[in-house]
């Protein structure tokens, strides 16, 4: 069986370790637990490896965060990987920093990434694990804040967040998302 995991962020180094990046970070600390890399492939910096049987496939959008569904659309079809088994990491404003919460389907809540992943995939039906990076930000901040770098005390927590995030993800894969979402999910 084939899973597709899609790691939302931005490409280029001043993106690299900024809270709308945490896709990528996880996927890319994902990639490391699992000694496989990430080779520049179409609309997509991708990766696969197999767990419990599944056939992973990891991938990190180049379209920039406002077209992730681009990217999404072309791996789906590419792979031919069915829509109920593709899961986006995502980072959420709405939860407190380091909150992970797996959802089946939702609104974009206005995140321009979900919103062209609904827009090329035909609507809000599909898997999101959003990664909470807070709302610390003083009113008309929010770009900056979202585009800004993780504090020290984000940082030094990370990889526990993220290491949840990926036993997340092989639930996801594995025991399926209901499962996954009682057994996580606060």
């Known amino acids: 069986m084939k899973y597709l995991i899609v790691g939302l962020g931005n490409i280029g180094p001043e993106y690299e370790l900024t809270r709308h990046n945490i896709g990528f970070l996880t996927l890319d600390r994902l990639a490391d637990a699992k000694g496989v890399e990430f080779k520049s492939d179409r609309l997509a910096f991708k990766t696969e490896y197999k767990f419990k049987g599944r056939h992973i496939h990891l991938i990190k959008p180049t379209t920039y965060m406002n077209l992730s569904g681009k990217a999404m659309r072309h791996w789906m079809n590419e792979l031919k990987v069915p829509k109920e088994n593709v899961l986006v990491i995502v980072d959420d404003l709405a939860l407190p920093f380091g909150k992970l919460r797996m959802r089946a389907k ?4 206005g995140h321009n990434g979900l919103k062209n992943i609904e827009e090329l995939t035909g609507g809000q039906n599909y898997a999101r694990l959003k990664f909470g990076i807070g709302d610390e930000f003083s009113k008309g901040k929010q770009v900056d804040y979202v585009l800004g770098k993780f ?4 940082f030094a927590e990370l990889p526990i967040v993220m290491d949840r995030a ?3 993800i092989h639930g996801f894969c594995s025991i399926g998302i209901g ?3 009682n057994q996580y999910n606060d």
């Not at 939702?106 to 809540?109: L, Y």
């Not at 504090?151 to 984000?154: D, I, L, M, N, V």
């Open 106 to 109: 939702g609104s974009s809540a």
């Open 151 to 154: 504090s020290e005390g984000e």
């Open 166 to 168: 990926i036993e997340m």
């Open 179 to 181: 499962r996954t979402m």
